[in-house]
């Protein structure tokens, strides 16, 4: 079955900090190139408007990329549209990871999922591999992974 996908816009920010530089600072999606531009004016009349720069600020890179994301998070943005929003903050960076993926961080924070060896029959590792949140099985899946042990996340099925 083949997902139904849509468009959206993605934009990085950085944080500039006298003194300690400058630091990636999230991300924004946007339904289209002009509600980025409507955003990011929004935030700088609101936030970047001193005569010159404060010793801490963030800025759009000014580099947005058209994405494909599946229906739920276009869904989410199409009604901050209505509600006279253009856009929003991905929020962590497993939301920005998800985001780039195509995927809508609510809906798979809601579900449930079981890490499983990649090259093994699908029963999970053990069973506190077994059945867990997003954030939960994502971290058990990044430890496997830098210890070497190829692994993937499956949906569980209970």
């Known amino acids: 079955m083949t997902t139904k996908t849509f468009p959206i816009v993605i934009e990085t920010w950085t944080e500039y900090e006298r003194g300690w530089g400058s630091r990636p600072d999230g991300a924004t999606i946007h339904l ?55 856009g929003m903050w991905a929020g962590s960076r497993e939301d920005e990871k998800l985001i780039r993926a195509g995927q809508d961080p609510a809906a798979m924070k809601a579900k449930s999922f079981d890490v499983v060896m990649a090259n093994v029959n699908g029963s999970p590792v053990a069973p ?18 830098r210890a070497g042990i190829e692994c993937k996340l499956v949906e569980s099925k209970s």
Do not use: C, W
Not at 47 to 56: G, L
Not at 128 to 145: I, M, Q, V, Y
């Open 32 to 86: 289209s190139v002009a509600d980025h531009k409507a955003f990011v004016d929004a935030f700088n009349k609101k936030h970047n408007n001193k005569a010159s720069a404060p010793d801490e600020y963030t800025s759009a890179d000014m580099q947005p990329k058209v994405i494909d994301v599946e229906e739920p998070l276009y869904d989410r943005l199409v009604a901050l549209k209505a509600k006279g929003e253009f």
């Open 128 to 145: 506190e591999g077994a059945n867990l949140a997003f954030s939960d099985a994502n971290k058990r899946l990044e430890t496997l992974s």
